[in-house]
């Protein structure tokens, strides 16, 4: 079966650092989401992405989708407080939208 | 917004006792799914549904079992909670199919002792 995979489990950066997670699918893919989870909340809904190297930014984050459509990253610059939590991709398949998700990268800043 | 509700935030059961979690969204949404998630294993997906009364497994289904006799309810059973099936359970919803946005509730903490 599908399989998404993300790196780094963890990151840890100095407020102000940037901050990079990345997601790799064992397949191509349709399209990927991606989503952010405060420490005791619940996944929420950031962006997607549908077409083959496609870059998106949403202010201090900038999104990218691989030509192959099987791999994509999140970027954060000059990561602050409010970017603490962990991060998910999710990839759905052509043909099968049910959407695996990755295994998460979970950041913590220190001040 | 979307809401999805989860009936019970944090439950305690014992080795063997039949669980119910309760998931309610009010969006009107074809799909419903549950989640568990567990440290270093990310998100992982148990059932979902795309219709009333219809029902798909994900990729552990194995021990839990689902119902979705109205469109905005769908539940998960466990019909003989074990130990390792303590995790927190994710409930959500998305309009319809080809990878649309999923809107999750708040998540069940469920720990069998």
Redesign the interface.
Known sequence: GQQVMQIPQYQHVQEGEDFTTYCNSSTTLSNIQWYKQRPGGHPVFLIQLVKSGEVKKQKRLTFQFGEAKKNSSLHITATQTTDVGTYFCAGANFGNEKLTFGTGTRLTIIP | DVKVTQSSRYLVKRTGEKVFLECVQDMDHENMFW?RQDP??????IY?SYDVKMKEK??IPEGYSVSREKKERFSLILESASTNQTSMY?CASSLS???????????SWLTVV
């Open positions: 989640y270093g294993l990310g998100l992982r997906l979902f994900g990729d994710l199919w080809g990878g649309n946005t999923i809107y999750f509730g708040e998540g």
